[in-house]
């Protein structure tokens, strides 16, 4: 069984930056997928960006790309996303999640087993 716990969101102006961080108990398998998701009122859940547990891959949800930058930790089965260059439509509920197989570009959120209770990041323009 596999928790995951997220932090750092908040209140940002646009053009500024925040760190997520998503610290997973249980075994993280090198094969995982370990995502974040978001989630904006109205909209459907959408992958940003993903790692694999062994840090071997990365993929990015295409508006992101440039401006977030994804890293693990395996040892301190930890994953981070530094979001830079923030704009109010990156306002969301942010989800990590892990799926127990890594398949690139294929990242529905209903493949992903678990998930973190999320964290809300909220640009003002």
């Known amino acids: 069984q596999v928790q995951l716990v997220e932090s750092g969101g908040g209140l940002v102006q646009a053009g500024g930056s925040l760190r997520l961080s998503c610290t997973a108990s249980?075994?993280?398998?090198?094969?995982?997928?370990m995502g974040w998701f978001r989630q904006a009122p109205g909209k459907e859940r959408e992958l940003v960006a993903a790692?694999?547990?062994?840090?071997?891959?990365?993929y990015y949800q295409d508006s992101v790309k440039g401006r977030f930058t994804i890293s693990s930790d395996t040892a301190k089965k930890t994953v981070n996303l530094q979001m830079n260059s923030l704009k109010p439509e990156d306002t969301a509920g942010y989800y990590c999640?892990?799926?127990?197989?890594?398949?690139?570009?294929?990242?529905?959120?209903?493949?992903?087993?678990?998930w973190g209770q999320g964290t809300q990041v909220t640009v003002s323009s």
């Open positions: 790692i694999r547990g062994d840090g071997g891959r990365i």
């Open positions: 249980g075994r993280i398998f090198s094969w995982y997928a």
């Open positions: 999640a892990a799926r127990e197989y890594w398949s690139e570009p294929d990242f529905r959120p209903d493949e992903f087993k678990y």
